[in-house]
């Protein structure tokens, strides 16, 4: 516990307020949201910041031209740092009683500006660290003239305060009656579609990754003939280039790319379909060469009734007819069934692609019917979809086919 003091006292709402000391390391650690504010020549001034604790002091990051740091050279500034989370809104019958809940800490005390190298850098990875672990070890560390540009304030944690407030609505019992709506709305922050910057190749981190149910991993594949790792945008010119056939489009729900931005805009459609957990997408590579050749998807996941559709699949034109294709469904259905435990896996295909129905059905699934007027094509016309699965029960039969076709196919030279 912290022990309170004559600043942190409060005279009023104490029950919102604790000095508990996991809490505020808690709302420290988890917020990004960070003012301090000091005064400079008797005027008040509040400044937004980074920051991150390392055990029991907070640290402030800046710039070495800015006021207060050049202000707490010597005997240190005079701060009030305030972090907060806003975890609602809370909506009364009575406008009086409208409120938010949210976690907030205030610490006060005098910070002092760090001129320790080590102890500036391990501030400085720290902070890194805060936005991903492992960061700091996937980026180039500052040089001594990064380092010598960079401020950081220091505070101890010593008068700090946690001030709280959740649950529902509370209101004068008066207004119950009121015909108005009341509740929460809960807010939280959620990261978007990571957007790589022009260039980067890289992959994209771990820590970058939703975190889902296993269901949802695009876990690397591998066979003989293909292998499956999780779609990125640095396959945008690979697979543009390997895809650039009409005809490989020609069943597809989006028209034909003509330009590598388009491609580029296919791969967005599908990461950021797997950002919201209703795709999982990879890029398949010929095996024998490491060349992108296409690209393949779970899409329907549901792994509360165990099933599965595997869909968006494009192949170049090239790679047709060789064991790739059915290889890669050998892996997703392996996956499916025997890692995941699905009990049903689907697929779903243009009533007029009729060289996709007999890929299907080679694989060992079964028609089951045909959904009328199903999905828009990109000419505006409305599809039938037919509708094929396989259960857990065919599965042990038409992973023996399988695997006897691929036998007779010899891996892409």
């Not at 301090?36 to 002091?57: C, E, N, S, Y």
């Not at 080590?118 to 492992?134: D, F, H, P, W, Y």
């Not at 489009?249 to 459609?269: F, G, K, M, Q, Y």
Request: proline share 7%.
């Amino acid at each position: 516990m912290y022990p309170p003091t004559a600043r942190t006292t409060p005279h009023r709402s104490r029950d919102k307020m604790s000095y508990d000391r996991a809490a505020a390391h808690a709302v420290l650690d988890e917020a990004y949201h960070c003012a301090f504010g000091f005064a400079v020549d008797g005027q008040p001034r509040v400044l937004p910041t980074l920051h991150v604790r390392i055990g029991d002091t907070l640290y402030l990051h800046g710039s070495t031209g800015s006021r207060p740091l050049l202000a707490a050279r010597g005997d240190g500034l005079e701060v009030c740092v305030t972090v907060t989370v806003l975890d609602g809104l809370v909506y009364a019958r009575s406008q009086f009683h409208h409120s938010a809940n949210y976690r907030s800490v205030v610490a006060l005390g005098t910070a002092r500006l760090v001129t320790d190298e080590r102890e500036k850098l391990a501030m400085l990875t720290a902070l890194v660290e805060k936005v991903g672990t492992g960061r700091s070890t996937a980026t180039r560390p500052p040089s001594r003239r990064e380092l010598a540009e960079t401020a950081v304030l220091a505070l101890p944690l010593h008068e700090v305060s946690v001030r709280t407030r959740s649950g529902g609505v509370r209101e004068d019992e008066a207004d119950l009656d009121l015909p108005h709506w009341a509740g929460v709305l809960p807010l939280r922050m959620t990261a978007g579609q990571p957007e790589p910057d022009a260039g980067v190749t890289a992959p994209l981190p771990a820590y970058l990754r939703t975190a889902r149910t296993p269901w949802h991993d695009p876990v690397p594949l591998r066979g003989e003939h293909v292998r499956l790792e999780p779609l990125e945008l640095a396959h945008t010119d690979e697979l543009h280039a390997a895809t650039a056939d009409a005809e490989v489009w020609r069943h597809l729900s989006v028209a034909p790319p003509t330009a590598p931005a388009d491609t580029a805009e296919v791969i967005n459609t599908a990461l950021a379909a797997q950002h919201h957990g209703e795709r999982v997408a990879w890029v398949q590579r010929c095996a024998a060469t490491g060349a992108v050749v296409g690209s393949t998807s779970y899409y329907e996941i549901d792994p509360q009734r165990r099933s599965v559709g595997i869909g968006h699949t494009f192949l170049g034109r090239p790679w047709w007819r060789t064991g790739i294709n059915t290889e890669a469904k050998l892996l997703l259905l392996s996956r499916a069934f025997d890692d995941l435990g699905a009990v049903r896996v689907v697929w779903h295909t243009d009533i007029r692609n009729v060289r996709s129905q007999a890929a299907i059905e080679r694989l060992g699934a079964t028609r089951e019917g045909v959904l009328r007027m199903h999905r828009q094509r990109p000419d505006g016309s409305w599809r039938d979809t037919v509708q094929y699965a396989m259960t857990v029960d065919e599965w042990p039969n038409a992973q023996a086919r399988l695997r006897e076709k691929l036998l007779r196919t010899a891996p892409v030279a």
